[in-house]
């Protein structure tokens, strides 16, 4: 569960840096 969050946070970070820059 909380890999699995952490994993979706990440990837939502990364698409959300990626779309920043």
């Not at 699995?4 to 959300?16: P, W």
Request: charged fraction near 30%.
């Amino acid at each position: 569960m909380f890999l699995d969050q952490g994993q979706k946070n990440g990837a939502k970070v990364k698409g959300s840096k990626e779309s920043f820059v």
